[in-house]
């Protein structure tokens, strides 16, 4: 599955964007769809994931300031960010994965199949 993210940009501290992941094919074989980051010289970090038609599952750093949301009629998944910190400067990924992770896994990038290319997010201080 291609998976397609956009909505990237620069922004100012307190600021908000909302990204996009959109499937060439339906998401309703993805059960487990997330978003992670990675900012330069850094590992890759786990932001959200959300499972079909489960609660979302955050990291402490995205709690309260982030929301994930999936339509499975656009194929698609969303990130809200509000709040923006120079901390969440970084290039995001959305992932997916066929496989309904237990919460506990859902933060290893090792567990996602099917990755998007990265949109770069700057905040600026």
């Known amino acids: 599955v291609q998976l397609q993210a956009s909505g990237g940009g620069l922004v100012q501290a307190g600021g908000s964007l909302r990204l996009s992941c959109v499937a060439a094919?339906?998401?309703?074989?993805?059960?487990?769809m997330a978003w992670f980051r990675q900012a330069p010289g850094k590992e890759r970090e786990f932001v959200a994931a959300?499972?079909?038609?489960?609660?979302?599952y955050y990291s402490y750093s995205a709690k309260g300031r982030f929301t994930i949301s999936r339509d499975n009629t656009k194929n698609a998944v969303y990130l809200q960010m509000n709040s923006l910190e120079s901390e969440d400067t970084a290039d995001y990924y959305c992932?997916?994965?066929?496989?309904?992770?237990?919460?506990?896994?859902?933060?290893?990038?090792?567990?996602?199949?099917?990755w998007g290319q990265g949109t770069q997010v700057t905040v600026s201080s």
């Open positions: 959300i499972r079909r038609g489960q609660s979302p």
């Open positions: 094919e339906s998401t309703n074989i993805l059960s487990s």
């Open positions: 992932a997916g994965s066929r496989r309904n992770w237990i919460l506990s896994a859902l933060n290893d990038p090792q567990k996602y199949e099917f």
